[in-house]
């Protein structure tokens, strides 16, 4: 089995804004499309255009509708992919040793000549991060794009995981976690943001900016048109662009 480090020198992470993540799924096209040709063997699909299509993805999205009370009911969308913990159990199961945990930069990977596909490090991971690639027979999950943040062959601008590169909406960021001065820590301090199912003691990287709630329902059409306060006119339509 593969001990964890007893630190890294840097933690790299997403930070995924669920109040503007539109469940588009162009992270989750674009993240398919980079592996497909980059880090370890391409993500194999079963029968995709048949009646039971199946494959690997290394990053999925779900959504679903929340009522907050005394609010107007919502969609979340939920981006869902490995979260690179600090306690990661998915490595230290691993009988292998082809889990691992870098020093250098916090990321977790999958040493795919070393993975006999047992399934547990599946077993133990409690985000569902984990996917056995049928086609190859091993273990596959987001890498980060590790293959793709260092490549010095393409333009600085994308050396960020494609998830980050491609979203519409800017809902993901990428960046280092353990910095507190990182573009991504201020805004996890400014947000709020939290670590999913925190009960686990995985302590992950990655962070999610929790949904903002919304105001109650109008009582009629005509309700936010009147809604003009002292505050003008830049005041109101502040207002009405964060009623949606």
């Given at each position: 089995m593969t001990c964890l480090p007893g630190k890294v020198d840097r933690q790299l992470g997403l930070v995924i804004d669920l109040d503007t993540c539109v469940g588009c799924h162009a992270c989750v096209t674009a993240c398919k499309g980079w592996n497909d040709q980059g880090y370890g063997v391409p993500l194999s699909d079963q029968d995709p255009y048949g009646?039971?299509?199946?494959?690997?993805?290394?990053?999925?999205?779900?959504?679903?509708?929340?009522?907050?009370?005394?609010?107007?009911?919502?969609?979340?969308?939920?981006?869902?992919?490995?979260?690179?913990?600090?306690?990661?159990?998915?490595?230290?199961?691993?009988?292998?040793?082809?889990?691992?945990?870098?020093?250098?930069?916090?990321?977790?990977?999958?040493?795919?000549d070393a993975c006999i596909g047992c399934g547990l490090c599946a077993?133990?991971?409690?985000?569902?991060?984990?996917?056995?690639?049928?086609?190859?027979?091993?273990?596959?999950?987001?890498?980060?794009?590790?293959?793709?943040?260092?490549?010095?062959?393409?333009?600085?601008?994308?050396?960020?995981?494609?998830?980050?590169?491609?979203?519409?909406?800017?809902?993901?960021?990428?960046?280092?976690l353990s910095d507190p001065a990182s573009a991504v820590s201020r805004l996890v301090a400014e947000r709020g943001g939290i670590d999913l199912m925190p009960e686990q003691g995985t302590r992950p990287a990655n962070k999610y900016l929790p949904p903002r709630g919304k105001d109650r329902a109008p009582a009629s059409?005509?309700?936010?048109?009147?809604?003009?306060?002292?505050?003008?006119?830049?005041?109101?339509?502040?207002?009405?662009?964060?009623?949606?």
């Open positions: 009646a039971d299509p199946s494959g690997t993805f290394l990053n999925r999205v779900h959504s679903y509708q929340v009522e907050p009370p005394g609010e107007v009911p919502m969609i979340v969308n939920f981006p869902r992919s490995c979260l690179h913990c600090a306690d990661a159990p998915c490595v230290t199961v691993c009988p292998t040793g082809a889990s691992y945990k870098r020093t250098e930069d916090g990321i977790v990977l999958v040493n795919e077993w133990a991971c409690p985000y569902g991060a984990r996917e056995l690639d049928m086609g190859a027979g091993v273990m596959k999950k987001c890498t980060l794009c590790v293959d793709r943040i260092y490549n010095e062959n393409l333009p600085e601008e994308d050396r960020e995981p494609a998830c980050v590169r491609t979203c519409p909406t800017g809902a993901r960021h990428f960046g280092d059409l005509l309700e936010p048109l009147l809604d003009v306060q002292a505050t003008g006119l830049a005041g109101w339509l502040d207002r009405m662009l964060g009623r949606f």
